[in-house]
């Protein structure tokens, strides 16, 4: 998930995009992988380093009353110096590795996934059903954030009834008979942040209608059951709701037989969350309750970062991973280690760095991940 003035020809353009299309100003929470760079060669493997399905016997990860710790970064699988860089801060190496992958232009590549199991990380691919270069096409003409995002959003091509009926399935039966091959269990976060506007899989956008995404999840989900690609734990990962301009989630949730984590996405410091001080719980606090009326799954924060609004990054880490006990279930935290709108780095914050050591150097966050184990997805009795 990851933006000059434009020439004239620029400026032309969004005045023909502008008429266009209508959009609507209202606060935000976005964030986008950035494009993938040329893929890096696979490396030869052996049927030796995997087995060919987690060990039952090994253990569930994250082990009952631990929680794992992630990272995304720019450049994800493709340099994993930011992961590096991220580990020396927080004197604790992530165990889930969050990367994101367009459904235009990715194939299935496993030397990303080998890449990211090898160093001892769980791989999260975010699965996501757009051309994202619309995207970047649209930020190069100087408009403004939510006109590009009434124009990223809109893209008939991948509306969700087409997922739902079938128009991509040759696409998703070469994903996962990919996965299948990989003999270790994975995370996918398919089309997250689903009750926005800003992405054409949104029910708000692209012409979609109500009960067209959990419609199209849960055939994404039985092409991968079918195809035998049941080694993954599916992750649903809406936006952290900061008023009612962002869509209610219980009938966009696929239901506890297709979801195996439950995510929520917030940031401190950006969007409706900048005019004053946020808590972790100001932000997430509502959007958890919300979820947990309809389901127990295991919950993960799937992307969440602390610009240095009024120097109070430091503060917003220590105080959030003092929070994150007193919610149940809640088995792990994908930190957003990218330097995009704001620096939501750690890595070059010292403050935001001893801060973050001290809260993950417990053991609630000494935590392992193996291609042996199982993804923890049923709630702690």
């Known amino acids: ?152 959003s809109t893209q008939p091509d991948y509306r969700l009834d087409r997922i739902a009926r079938g128009d991509f399935d040759g696409y998703l039966r070469s994903w996962a008979e990919g996965v299948r091959s990989l003999g270790y269990p994975i995370a996918i976060r398919f089309a997250h942040e689903m009750n926005g506007d800003w992405y054409p899989w949104s029910e708000r956008a692209n012409g979609n209608h109500p009960g067209d995404y959990v419609r199209a999840w849960r055939h994404v989900h039985d092409v991968f059951t079918a195809a035998g690609a049941t080694d993954v734990a599916w992750v649903w990962s809406p936006n952290a709701r900061w008023d009612k301009t962002t869509a209610g989630l219980g009938g966009l949730y696929p239901g506890d037989d297709y979801v195996d984590w439950v995510g929520v996405t917030g940031y401190y410091g950006t969007g409706a969350f900048t005019k004053t001080y946020w808590s972790f719980d100001q932000i997430f606090g509502p959007t958890i309750a919300e979820i947990r009326t309809f389901t127990g799954k295991p919950l993960v924060v799937t992307e969440t970062g602390a610009s240095d609004v009024e120097t109070r990054k430091a503060r917003w880490i220590r105080e959030t991973f003092a929070s994150l006990p007193r919610y149940r279930n809640l088995i792990g935290l994908i930190w957003f280690e990218v330097d995009k709108e704001t620096d939501w780095r750690i890595a070059d914050s010292p403050a935001a760095a001893t801060a973050f050591a001290a809260s993950v150097s417990g053991a609630r966050y000494d935590v392992t991940w193996s291609p042996a184990t199982r993804p923890r997805t049923e709630a702690d009795r």
């Open 1 to 152: 998930m990851l933006r000059p003035t434009a020439p004239r020809v620029g400026l032309a353009l969004a005045g023909v995009l502008l008429l266009a299309y209508a959009f609507v100003v209202a606060p935000g929470l976005r964030r986008d992988p950035a494009p993938a760079p040329a893929p890096v060669p696979p490396r030869a493997v052996s049927t030796a380093d995997a087995p060919t399905t987690a060990d039952p016997t090994a253990g569930v990860f994250p082990p009952a009353g631990r929680a794992f710790l992630g990272v995304m970064t720019d450049k994800g699988p493709y340099d994993l110096t930011a992961v590096d860089r991220f580990t020396t801060a927080a004197r604790r190496a992530p165990q889930v590795l969050l990367f994101g992958a367009s459904w235009a232009s990715a194939t299935f590549d496993r030397s990303l996934f080998d890449r990211i199991a090898d160093r001892g990380m769980m791989p999260m691919l975010g699965w996501e059903p757009w051309d994202h270069t619309v995207d970047e096409a649209a930020r190069r003409t100087g408009l403004t954030d939510r006109q590009v995002d009434r124009l990223r």
